[in-house]
């Protein structure tokens, strides 16, 4: 259809009339919900018509945009983002009322686009009897009873992948990458997946990632659309390793579980209901756990005498005479405190998932504000993570906080409640696994020390951390080096 000049001036005009007319529907809508509770609504901004603040989020460092709106507004506000309004609540209090105590006022809730490509019957998108059933089951799979007996074949991961740094330069991130999407193509399909059939994965899943969050076009040729089709051929590879499943014998990795699980009636899943999950499992393992031990590897760095003290904990559990490339065994990683210490600080500084997504499903009362129906929820990890009433000089990389526990609510980097991520366990033994070879077999260069941040979306160094790595001797040649 062609647009004529006359028809694009008559758009100008109506445009912004059209922004108005709905920015005054929902402020209206808006001040009705007030009047009929006898509730104010939370202080905050709600931007601009329609867009809200959408621009000033995504081209901010959240870090600023959060705590400028809790320096005005306090710790429950709102605003407008995406075209949905929304309410952030940044203490652990309202945390916990959102996503435990209360949390059947609220569902999970995720953008059209993204549960498109991931698949609608994923476990995160979900609450009730389904997603009970479904997490017990992936819970279990996942659990450290479960994964102790994948530790051989991670560690093997890990040795192959630095083995490969050697006096080169990489882009850590993207590395890191590439081992989590190997450490969960194994705890999913086990250790029977064939060459080929990773292959494709791989191809498949790159391009379904790449346009998950780019623009939600569906024009031919745009990353979206693209990523719609890989997300097809994701599903047709998954069943038809299911098919294989089903002639052999089924395993306990968590596809064969999922493929043997039943409701109260004897009820198996379906394809459709197993594949949505094993891709969404995939989306949940790869970036979070690469964007963590990227920042590992830089809090190292940036430490020295944090990293001889990690040296030094690594070393001592592995028996002089042993070998330098001998398989970390699930006793020793339980004895490592020094190193989980610096994990949970790592993993509080970056606060890798900064926020999450809920969605009133009622009319909600806390703290004598109202919180409409089917208004956006969004408790702010980052916020908790980074408050100095939680945490002494909380800008500061200080491992010992962690000596004792910290306060309930407080430290949520798995999030909280019945939708805490599953895989945590999982994630431990891959940043304990690089955490050993790394610092007991090699020495690194960050080639950009600044402290910029870019979002992908989630909190990675500038560049994705440029480093070069070196072998270094071998751990018997260390401790020897350490003897006067």
Same mark, same amino acid.
């Given at each position: 259809?062609?647009?004529t000049?006359?028809?694009?001036?008559?758009?100008?005009?109506l445009?912004?009339l059209?922004?108005?007319?709905v920015?005054?529907?929902?402020?209206?809508l808006?001040t009705?919900?007030?009047?009929?509770?006898?509730?104010?609504l939370p202080?905050?901004?709600m931007g601009?018509?329609?867009?809200?603040?959408?621009?000033?989020?995504?081209t901010?460092?959240?870090?600023?945009?959060?705590?400028?709106?809790?320096?005005r507004?306090?710790?429950?506000?709102?605003?407008?983002?995406?075209g949905?309004?929304?309410?952030?609540?940044?203490?652990p !209090?309202a945390?916990r009322?959102?996503?435990?105590?209360?949390?059947?006022?609220?569902?999970?809730?995720?953008?059209?686009?993204k549960?498109?490509?991931i698949?609608p019957?994923a476990?995160?998108?979900?609450?009730?009897?389904?997603?009970?059933?479904?997490?017990?089951?992936?819970?279990?799979?996942?659990?450290?009873?479960?994964?102790r007996?994948?530790?051989?074949?991670?560690?093997?991961?890990?040795?192959?992948?630095?083995?490969?740094?050697?006096e080169?330069?990489?882009?850590?991130?993207? !590395?890191m990458k590439?081992?989590?999407?190997?450490v969960?193509i194994?705890?999913?399909?086990?250790?029977?997946?064939?060459k080929?059939c990773?292959e494709?994965?791989?191809?498949?899943?790159?391009?379904?990632?790449?346009?998950?969050?780019?623009?939600p076009?569906?024009?031919?040729?745009?990353?979206?659309?693209?990523?719609?089709?890989?997300?097809?051929?994701?599903g047709?590879?998954?069943r038809?390793?299911?098919k294989?499943r089903k002639?052999?014998?089924l395993e306990?990795n968590?596809?064969?579980?999922?493929?043997?699980?039943?409701?109260?009636?004897?009820?198996?899943?379906?394809?459709?209901?197993?594949?949505?999950?094993?891709?969404?499992?995939?989306?949940?393992?790869?970036?979070?756990?690469?964007?963590?031990?990227?920042?590992i590897?830089?809090?190292?760095?940036?430490?020295?005498?944090?990293?001889?003290?990690?040296?030094?904990?690594?070393?001592?559990?592995?028996?002089?005479?042993?070998?330098?490339?001998?398989s970390?065994?699930? !006793?020793?990683?339980?004895?490592?405190?020094?190193?989980?210490?610096?994990?949970?600080?790592?993993?509080?500084?970056a606060?890798?998932?900064s926020?999450t997504?809920r969605?009133?499903?009622?009319?909600?009362e806390?703290k004598?504000?109202?919180?409409?129906k089917?208004?956006?929820?969004?408790?702010?990890?980052?916020n908790?993570?980074?408050?100095?009433?939680?945490?002494?000089e909380?800008?500061k990389?200080?491992?010992?906080?962690?000596?004792?526990?910290?306060?309930?609510?407080?430290f949520?980097?798995?999030?909280?409640?019945l939708?805490?991520?599953?895989?945590n366990a999982?994630?431990?033994? !891959?940043?304990i696994?690089?955490?050993?070879?790394?610092?007991?077999?090699?020495r690194?260069?960050?080639?950009?020390?600044?402290?910029?941040?870019?979002y992908?979306?989630?909190?990675?160094?500038k560049?994705?951390?440029?480093?070069?790595?070196?072998?270094?001797?071998?751990?018997?040649?260390y401790q020897?080096?350490?003897?006067?």
């Open positions: 259809m062609w647009i000049h006359e028809s694009r001036i008559c758009w100008l005009f445009s912004p059209l922004s108005l007319v920015f005054c529907i929902v402020l209206l808006v009705m919900q007030k009047r009929r509770h006898g509730l104010p202080p905050g901004s601009w018509p329609w867009i809200g603040e959408t621009h000033k989020f995504y901010e460092d959240p870090n600023v945009f959060f705590a400028a709106k809790k320096q507004y306090g710790e429950i506000f709102k605003t407008n983002l995406l949905y309004p929304c309410v952030m609540l940044a203490n !209090e945390a009322f959102v996503l435990s105590t209360q949390a059947h006022l609220f569902k999970p809730t995720y953008p059209k686009s549960e498109t490509i698949g019957w476990l995160f998108f979900h609450q009730g009897a389904y997603h009970s059933r479904l997490r017990k089951h992936v819970q279990g799979s996942l659990s450290p009873e479960a994964i007996f994948l530790v051989p074949d991670i560690n093997a991961m890990v040795i192959s992948l630095l083995s490969s740094f050697q080169r330069t990489v882009t850590t991130f993207h !590395e590439k081992l989590s999407f190997e969960g194994l705890a999913i399909f086990g250790r029977g997946l064939g080929q990773k494709e994965l791989t191809e498949c899943y790159c391009v379904a990632v790449k346009g998950y969050n780019s623009f076009n569906r024009f031919p040729g745009t990353p979206y659309s693209k990523a719609v089709e890989a997300r097809k051929r994701l047709e590879i998954i038809r390793v299911m294989e002639e052999g014998s306990k968590l596809l064969d579980v999922l493929m043997a699980t039943q409701d109260g009636n004897g009820v198996t899943l379906s394809d459709d209901q197993i594949a949505d999950n094993v891709i969404g499992i995939l989306f949940a393992a790869q970036d979070t756990t690469a964007s963590a031990m990227t920042w590897i830089k809090y190292l760095y940036e430490n020295p005498k944090l990293l001889e003290a990690i040296k030094e904990e690594q070393a001592s559990v592995t028996v002089p005479g042993e070998g330098s490339d001998r970390l065994t699930w !006793e020793q990683m339980r004895r490592m405190g020094l190193t989980h210490r610096v994990i949970m600080e790592s993993l509080r500084m606060s890798i998932i926020f997504f969605e009133a499903v009622a009319d909600v806390y004598g504000y109202l919180i409409p089917g208004w956006k929820v969004m408790p702010l990890f980052r908790i993570h980074h408050s100095a009433d939680f945490f002494l909380p800008e990389f200080d491992e010992s906080r962690f000596m004792t526990s910290p306060l309930p609510g407080t949520l980097p798995f999030g909280s409640g939708h805490a991520c599953p895989g999982l994630a431990k033994v !891959e940043m696994t690089l955490i050993h070879h790394l610092v007991t077999k090699y690194w260069e960050v080639l950009e020390s600044k402290n910029e941040i870019e992908s979306p989630f909190p990675i160094p560049r994705g951390l440029p480093v070069r790595f070196f072998r270094i001797s071998t751990h018997i040649d020897q080096k350490k003897m006067p």
